[in-house]
């Protein structure tokens, strides 16, 4: 299905949109001196960075703190009033919205639990019709491009063109160094569907540790990203929810220097001549990398056919156990990833297999 989206670019609304934007603040707004002991030291590192708490908590298990609910909304007009910030929140439905629109927050965004249900982007939509305000969509728990559209288009549709998505990870259940698999595939094909959205990276729910998030948000910039979510508090070993991912002020006022940004592109003529040259290295490398595989795949239907001739099942998975290992060590020596070379050859011996079926069932 086609996805247009009708986009207001954040350079129309937001004031220093050129450089990537920061949101910044506690998971979860606790009290009101925990808000604005946190938001002065941010608005001390840069008026521009949009104030973010979690008022509501989507929490994985109850009896945990949920948050503090509407009265943490007083506490989020004093910061405006008394820092000058933007405001932002997570909203879950419509009565959420209604109560964000009444106290004036800045800007909504819809949290990865949320994102996953219709029924629940669409009850936010109808609550947002007629409204002016900026939505930001995380993109939901599980790696479902689908979804994460609907529910902007779910947004832009109720009228709503001050939109961003936000990408925070993902649920898997393989092992990695991160409490969400960034799979970065994921925001490279939004941006390719959608190439004018905003996309906003959350290195704190990426993470889930404070260690990995100068690696995480370099390499947000480094993808063309717009900027970046931090969860930042002012005490984060006692904060009621994330305590492990927040950074403090000060940790944020370091990363956000030491951030190098680059240009989206370059007009210089030797780049662009450079870079032409190696474009078309990497055309011929891929023109080769067909070809090997076309004949891989033939030898393989005679594999199949020969198979069938002498009565042999296709599956033989010693030798596929085998052929696996020889190859990683061989990738190994030359430098190539184990993962990557076990999920590319996990590819074709698939599409292998598929090609010996239809042999034998022809
Ligand atoms: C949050 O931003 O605090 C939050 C709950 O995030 P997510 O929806 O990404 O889990
Ligand atoms: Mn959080």
Redesign the pocket.
């Known amino acids: 299905m086609k996805t247009i989206l009708n986009i207001t670019p954040f350079a129309n609304w937001l004031k220093g949109a050129e450089r990537p934007l920061i949101i910044a603040g506690p998971?979860s707004a606790e009290s009101e001196t925990q808000m604005m002991t946190t938001a002065k030291s941010i608005a001390a590192i840069d008026k521009r960075i949009i104030f973010r708490a979690?008022i509501w908590?989507?929490r994985t298990r109850p009896n945990s703190f949920e948050g503090n609910g509407s009265v943490a909304l007083t506490w989020m007009k004093s910061v405006k009033e008394e820092t000058g910030l933007l405001t932002s929140t997570?909203v879950a439905n419509g009565k959420h919205v209604e109560e964000c629109l009444k106290n004036k927050i800045d800007i909504l965004w819809i949290?990865?639990?949320t994102t996953v249900n219709p029924f629940s982007v669409q009850e936010i939509a109808d609550a947002l019709k007629g409204v002016d305000i900026p939505v930001f969509v995380?993109n939901p728990v599980t790696p479902d491009l689908q979804l994460w559209l609907g529910a902007l288009e779910r947004i832009n549709q109720a009228g709503i063109t001050k939109i961003a998505a936000i990408h925070?990870g993902f649920h898997s259940h393989s092992v990695t160094p991160f409490r969400n698999d960034p799979k970065w595939e994921m925001p490279i094909e939004l941006r390719t569907i959608c190439p004018d959205l905003p996309i906003i990276c959350?290195p704190s729910?990426i993470c889930g540790n404070t260690e990995l998030i100068p690696y995480i948000s370099q390499k947000a910039l480094d993808m063309d990203m717009n900027g970046l979510m931090i969860e930042t508090h002012c005490m984060p070993s006692i904060a009621l929810s994330?305590a492990k991912q927040q950074l403090t002020p000060l940790q944020l006022s370091d990363l956000i220097n030491r951030l190098v940004i680059r240009k989206s592109n370059s007009d210089n003529i030797e780049f662009k001549t450079k870079l032409e040259q190696l474009r078309e290295s990497i055309n011929k490398s891929d023109e080769e990398l067909l070809n090997i595989l076309m004949h891989r795949m033939h030898t393989a239907e005679k594999i199949g056919a020969y198979k069938k001739e002498n009565n042999v099942v296709i599956l033989q998975a010693n030798r596929w156990e085998s052929l696996l290992n020889e190859r990683i060590n061989s990738a190994a020596m030359m430098g190539l990833s184990e993962n990557f070379v076990r999920s590319l050859y996990i590819l074709i011996h698939e599409e292998s297999i598929r090609k010996q079926n239809a042999i034998m069932n022809s």
């Open positions: 998971c979690g908590k989507p997570e949290g990865a639990r995380k925070r959350d729910h994330d």
